[in-house]
């Protein structure tokens, strides 16, 4: 009896241990065993993928701090939910690509992805390299970097889009879908719109003029950049719904805004 007595608090003096040291482990991992796993081990400890704590954005960039609060209609605040994130951005590609990423998609090193520590899977982002303005679209579905006080992780694809694969400074631009469906409840389907040329619109599905869809964001890239190279299609956009949800699977529309939009896009 004894011994079975000792022997249960034995074993979940092991677990905690184990537990423990694992927690402990996770946040000196460097960046390839992270990516060898393609996960956070703390944050799957915790049962989530992403981190909910919008400080984790603020470390080694800059961010509009106004996306931390609620606007009180779409029309006059839809902005708070842009962002812009300043810093180093890095990439990774043959070493790991036909490896599962965070979200469960396999990596495609050719693919317009990027890896992002905190954003919601499925977000967005407009990527200028400071030093020759060249821009990229990418979407996030990995976890990362780990190391070096990088803000992203670009696929090669993205990364060769913007003519450096060293580590370039970069400007991204994005749209917090998650937060603003959380906080707003809209009649109809809005868009959030993607420009080469133009800032980040939010504009009603009913003033979009369809050109394209597709539910494979590589596609819709190349897609756009085909149409702005050839002129076909004036101030085109990149749409996305502003709904989100993490197990959506996202149509993505090329298209132009067929009336003056109802919100502006300051």
Excluded: W
């Excluded at 927690?23 to 944050?43: G, V």
């Excluded at 090193?109 to 990418?138: E, H, Q, R, W």
């Excluded at 699977?249 to 067929?258: A, F, M, Q, R, W």
Aim: charged share 20%; net charge positive.
């Amino acid at each position: 009896m004894i011994h079975k007595f000792l022997g249960k608090y034995i074993f979940k003096f092991v677990v905690v241990f184990l537990i423990t040291a694992t927690l402990i482990l996770s946040n000196s991992f460097d960046n390839t065993i992270a990516r060898r796993y393609s996960f956070d081990m703390k944050e799957f400890l915790n049962g989530d993928h992403f981190i909910e704590n919008n400080s984790e954005l603020l470390v080694n960039s800059e961010i509009d701090i106004d996306i931390l609060s609620e606007p009180k209609n779409i029309e006059d605040n839809y902005h708070n939910y842009k962002f812009t994130l300043n810093g180093s951005a890095s990439h990774y590609a043959h070493k790991f690509h036909g490896r599962m990423t965070a979200n469960g998609e396999i990596f495609n090193m050719n693919d317009y992805t990027c890896a992002n520590k905190s954003l919601p899977f499925g977000t967005i982002m407009k990527i200028t390299n400071t030093k020759n303005n060249k821009i990229t679209f990418v979407r996030v579905n990995d976890r990362g970097p780990y190391v070096g006080g990088r803000i992203i992780d670009l696929s090669l694809k993205a990364a060769q889009e913007i003519d450096n694969l060293g580590i370039p400074t970069i400007k991204a631009e994005g749209f917090n879908r998650k937060k603003f469906s959380k906080s707003v409840t809209v009649e109809e389907d809005y868009f959030v719109g993607y420009s080469y040329n133009n800032n980040i619109i939010c504009v009603p599905s009913s003033t979009v003029k369809v050109s394209y869809e597709t539910k494979n964001f590589t596609d819709a890239v190349k897609q756009y950049k085909s149409l702005v190279k050839s002129s076909k299609i004036k101030n085109a956009f990149l749409f996305v719904s502003t709904q989100y949800s993490k197990k959506q699977k996202d149509t993505y529309i090329i298209g132009s805004i067929k009336s003056t939009p109802i919100i502006a896009s300051n």
